[in-house]
C-alpha cells in the first residue's frame, strides 16, 4: 500500500478504460448506500451541499432534489462530463474539476451547510486527509452537516476507510463539531458531524 495520494492521472485513466470503473450505476451495494446515505439526512433541505470526489453523478442525482444549490467536484474530466449530462435538468447543480485537497473550489468561508465525502477519503495521504479537512472546516456554516461515507473492506489505498473516517472526524472535532452518528453497514460506514440533525 502506498502511502502517497493516488494522482489524478491514475482517475483519468480508469474512466477513459470504463465509463463507471466502480459500478456506481449497476451494483446493489451502491443502491443501498445511497439509500441509507440519503436517510441519515433525514430529508432536510440545503441551501448550498459540496459533494466531493463526484464521479459521473449518481449520489449528486439523488442530492439535487433536497439542495438549492450543489457544487460537485472531481478530477476526472470523463467522470464530470457524465455526471452534467446526469445532472442536467437539475440548474441547481454545477461541478468543478481539480485534484483535492490542493485544488479546493475557491468558495467564501461559511458558505455550505452540507457537505459530503463519499468513497473518497481513503485516496488521500494522510497529511491530505488532513488538509482537506482544514478547507472543509473553513468552508461549513455554523449549523452545516458533514457527511462522510467510507469503504470498510481490504483496499491497496493510501488508508483503509476506517483509517481516514478517523482521521477526518477526529480532526473536526478538534475544531469544536460533534460526531452526531455513526454507524456500519456491509462494507462501509457513514460518519456524520452535525448540529442539528438527527440521523435518520
Not at 446493489?28 to 451541499?49: I, P, Q, S
Amino acid at each position: 500500500m502506498s502511502s502517497e495520494t493516488w494522482p489524478g492521472s491514475v482517475f483519468a485513466r480508469l474512466y477513459d478504460g470504463h465509463p463507471d470503473p466502480w459500478g456506481f450505476e449497476t451494483r446493489d451495494y451502491e443502491r443501498r448506500k445511497y439509500a441509507r446515505t440519503l436517510a441519515v439526512l433525514g430529508g432536510r433541505r440545503f441551501d448550498f451541499a459540496l459533494e466531493l470526489g463526484c464521479s459521473i453523478g449518481v449520489m449528486t442525482a439523488e442530492l439535487a432534489p433536497y439542495c438549492s444549490r450543489l457544487l460537485g467536484v472531481d478530477v476526472a474530466e470523463a467522470a464530470l462530463l457524465r455526471a452534467r449530462a446526469r445532472c442536467r435538468g437539475w440548474p441547481g447543480v454545477s461541478f468543478h474539476q481539480g485534484h483535492l485537497p490542493g485544488a479546493f473550489p475557491a468558495l467564501p468561508p461559511g458558505s455550505c451547510d452540507l457537505i459530503v465525502v463519499s468513497e473518497f477519503l481513503y485516496f488521500l495521504s494522510r497529511a491530505d486527509i488532513g488538509g482537506l479537512a482544514e478547507r472543509v472546516l473553513t468552508v461549513r456554516r455554523s449549523d452545516a452537516a458533514i457527511l462522510l461515507v467510507n469503504w470498510t473492506g481490504p483496499t491497496d489505498t493510501p488508508c483503509t476507510g476506517d483509517e481516514a473516517a478517523d482521521l477526518f472526524v477526529r480532526q473536526c472535532c478538534g475544531a469544536g463539531m460533534n460526531g452526531a452518528f455513526s454507524e456500519r453497514q456491509d462494507g462501509y460506514r457513514i460518519d456524520l458531524l452535525a448540529g442539528d440533525i438527527k440521523a435518520g
